[in-house]
């Protein structure tokens, strides 16, 4: 309780006067940190917002463009939640028609050997359904993919990286995240036994890896050449099994030979038209919801949850599931929701891999602010990695904060970024510097994880 005699007054006018020089203490180390990192030649954005009030306590060229890395992924989210609403299920539609199996796709990412939404499972289960209408053939299969037309990739994306697993395509139907998986081991002889695990396809394998007793030097490739894997280079024989992931080059013709195979397994026949009248109201549909994307996406950085959420994006508010449809369905979202977006804005991708994207930090804080205080808010974010989880494990090790921030990281080439939340402080952190320049984005963090702790004591005039 203030007491109200003259020494009650002095107590609490000094512990006002303590907070306020407290305050600007924090004010001096955020500007101290950012001129560190701008000592570097690493131009540094900065805003930090009161999260209930959204009051400005502090900025740092705010309003200029700069390259976000993975930190695009969070206005991406933000549109997604805006755009389609949290209960939002990614559906893909299967039916009978003239005697063929028709497949509408929804541009689901979540189907992954293994998960939840395993996609021999599901396939399994049409062939069970189609069983009980009494359909035991089919004249074949047809999939529905036109509302997902064009590239499978942004076309500002490293051409020389695209069959990497972060690079992997994207389409109307894909499973496994558009990548193979598959284990290699020693198991005699002079060769690596290879293992595919995913997707739920035979793949034949061309060439091998070879065992070697050398662990110096031992280098050894899987790669999709369409249709099949070729393989290459040397594995230690001592070493113990190991999982390679890849991109695949066509996700359509998988996704149809692993239908087709779980079909024939479970007693449907293809290439047989069905019986007249047998199933010929027949349909079902399968469908995973958004937020098991979201996680995938803020938490592991998902590149290809990402591009599949802004094309699904684009398919239900543009009726065009292509990359300018998505694009042009983040912009519209994001303008809907703050009324005003800055005129050096550039969107690319969904993902942060391009480098065509620039925005400010003020957008990034804004979107998150309106976001955090809308009905979806809190699932937002839970879906933002904490300290220990996804792209924040090995971050802010014994920190102050440590229980106090989830935020989403972002790296490329001259681009490091950390925006998100502590305590009751929105920020965002942009930097952009050298692509060309090495082993800089390890001090970085460093000075981005000293300026969160930094904001927590941040005060408003």
């Known amino acids: 309780m203030v007491q ?37 030649g690493v131009r540094t954005g900065v805003e930090v917002l009161d999260r209930e009030s959204g009051e400005v306590l502090f900025e740092r060229r705010a309003d200029e463009a700069f390259i976000p890395a993975s930190n695009q992924k969070i206005l991406t989210a933000v549109a997604a939640l805006e755009g389609l609403g949290a209960d939002y299920r990614f559906s893909t539609g299967f039916a009978l028609a003239d005697g ?5 796709a929804g541009g689901d990412p979540n ?43 942004p076309p500002g994306w490293p051409a020389d990286q695209l069959l990497n697993y972060y690079c992997a395509p994207t389409g ?45 030097g031992a280098t050894y490739g899987l790669r999709d050449a369409g249709g099949h894997l070729v393989a290459s280079g040397r594995f230690y024989r001592k070493a113990g099994a190991r999982d390679m992931v890849g991109a695949v080059r066509d996700p359509e013709d998988l996704f149809r030979r692993a239908l087709r195979r779980a079909l024939v397994a479970g007693g449907v026949g293809i290439g047989t038209a069905a019986p007249a009248g047998a199933g010929a109201a027949w349909s079902w549909s399968c469908s995973t919801p958004l937020t098991d994307a979201l996680l995938p996406m803020l938490v592991d950085s998902s590149n290809f949850h990402a591009e599949q959420v802004l094309r699904v994006l684009g398919a239900e508010t543009q009726g065009i599931g292509s990359f300018p449809g998505g694009l042009v369905a983040v912009r519209a979202t994001l303008q809907q929701l703050l009324g005003t977006t800055p005129a050096n ?75 998100g939340v502590v ?5 965002a952190i942009t930097m952009n510097y050298d692509p060309d320049r090495d082993g800089l984005n390890k001090k970085l963090k460093r000075i981005q994880e000293r300026l969160v702790e930094a904001f927590v004591g941040l005060r408003g005039a």
């Open 111 to 153: 189907w992954k050997t293994g998960g939840e939404h395993d996609p021999a499972a599901i396939f399994a289960e049409v062939a069970r359904q189609l069983r009980r209408s009494g359909v035991d053939a089919i004249g074949g299969i047809d999939l529905a993919t036109q509302v997902f037309p064009g590239p499978q990739r």
């Open 172 to 216: 109307g139907l894909v499973l496994d995240e558009g990548c193979f998986r598959a284990r290699l081991s020693s198991a005699g002889g002079d060769r690596a036994r290879i293992e595919l695990l995913a997707p739920p396809v035979s793949l034949p394998v061309e060439g091998a890896v070879r065992l070697t007793s050398k662990s110096k």
């Open 100 to 104: 063929r199996l028709r497949v509408a």
């Open 345 to 419: 804005w550039r969107v690319a991708d969904g993902s942060g891999l391009s480098r065509g994207n620039r925005l400010t930090p003020r957008l990034l804080v804004s979107a998150l602010q309106a976001a955090l205080h809308r009905d979806y808010g809190e699932l937002l974010l839970r879906a933002l990695p904490a300290p220990g989880e996804g792209s924040l494990r090995h971050r802010f090790r014994g920190s102050v904060v440590a229980g106090q921030v989830r935020a989403k990281t972002g790296w490329i080439r001259g681009a490091s970024a950390l925006s």
């Open 4 to 40: 109200r005699g003259a020494g009650g007054w002095l107590a609490v006018g000094l512990a006002v006067a303590g907070l306020a020089v407290g305050a600007r203490a924090q004010a001096r180390q955020v500007a101290t940190l950012v001129a560190q990192a701008e000592a570097m």
């Open 423 to 427: 305590g009751a402080r929105v920020f």
